[in-house]
């Protein structure tokens, strides 16, 4: 029954069920869970941070090469998917706090709302993909670039650094993706423990912790978005 | 129960709607400031965008800023640390390299 606890605090006439034995109080339970996750998340910017790391070296080498690269990805795409994500994390938010305050319809709502802003994400991310198929910027045997170099006239990128753009484009939003995917998978079971009214005001734990993973995700597109959507736009 | 809600005994809603808001023009701002020649300053621009609404997601979207654990911002300024040291030393390097 939970939405009975919400007035009267803890049930007395069993043990907290949701409280394991070796936490004084939910409380520390709780911060115990967001501290496990936080140093998850420590190690996931490290494993995002190599990909940045190499991408700043080799953007630093060849600047003109990636900024032409950078102008045949579809800034629109990526603007959209930014809005998109910010909109998702907004949801996963408004859900923690449904479940914190025992709002069973607004906690389900958001879950589906998250998932469906996910989706989005990930339909435009594969209409994106194939244009560069069908354009033959995917690195590899057929990989084809003749593209000018941003405001150096007659001058053409040289295909080979513009297929480590792609490499580096492929590999981090690719990587990215991934993250959605399994923070989809996440969030459906999240749902089906909202559905069967799982979470109350005194333990909501996953709820809170796939919400530190989505936004976690967020953050990552922030970066990712300027950094190989918006190298060189000016006209 | 009264623990935990006591760091958000107002509604928190306000909050969170007045950080969506600003990183939705976060957005909008980033990508107007890249459809201008600023030379150096594209780069940099888009950058401090980026880190605000990074920081307004962490901070608020996921309650740094309130954490009751001191150690969960222990994590995730050793965290940053770190990765500055990876993308800070790296880049002393590469960048200082006259002969590349």
Known sequence: MPDSSSATGLHTEEHNPALLHHFADPEQQRDAASLGMWVFLATEIMFFGGLFCAYLVYRRWYFGDFAAASRTINMAYGATNTAVLICSSLTVVLAVWAAQTARRTLLITSLILTMLLGLVFL?????????????????????????????????????????????????????????????????????????????????????????????????????LFPLLYLIDRHP | MSAHSSASATSPLKGYFAVWIALLVGTGLTVYAATLDLAPYNAAIALAIATIKATLVALFFMHVWHAGEKLIKLVVIAALFFLMLLLGLTMTDYATRPWS
């Open chain 1, 123 to 223: 339909g435009i991310k594969g209409i994106e993909y194939r244009e560069k198929f069908t354009e033959h910027h995917v690195p590899g045997a057929s990989f084809r670039f003749v593209q000018p170099i941003p405001g150096h006239p007659g001058q053409y990128a040289n295909p080979r650094h513009a297929q480590i753009f792609f490499s580096l484009y492929f590999v981090m939003t690719g990587l990215h993706a991934l993250h959605m995917i399994i923070g989809l998978g996440i969030f459906l079971w999240l749902l089906t423990m909202a559905w069967k009214g799982r979470f109350t005001p005194e333990w909501h734990t996953p709820v809170e912790m796939g919400g530190l993973y989505w936004h976690f995700v967020d953050i990552v597109w922030i970066y």
